[in-house]
């Protein structure tokens, strides 16, 4: 499954946004604090779309699995 309304934006502190560009392209869908430091990378794999590897600025690697239902059916 794949979305590609959606995006992931990591911020410098530690928040993850999640849009849904279909849905609305001024109010973001869902916010999570994923560091108390800043977030620099995030990495979904079409192998388990359900899930997210996030790093932040001091090495920490989070992985995120995603609420059922947010990818929808596409």
């Known amino acids: 499954r794949q979305r590609p309304s959606l ?3 990591g911020k410098d502190d530690g928040l993850l946004e999640l849009w ?3 849905e609305s392209t001024e109010v973001l869908n869902q916010t999570y604090l994923v ?3 800043g977030l620099n ?8 779309p359900d899930l997210l590897i996030v790093a ?3 090495g920490g690697i989070h992985l995120l699995q995603l609420p059922s ?3 929808g059916d596409v």
């Open 7 to 9: 995006i992931f934006i």
């Open 41 to 48: 990378s995030i990495y979904n794999d079409i192998s388990w």
């Open 56 to 58: 932040d600025k001091i």
């Open 20 to 22: 849904d560009l279909i």
């Open 35 to 37: 560091s108390a430091s």
């Open 69 to 71: 239902g947010i990818l």
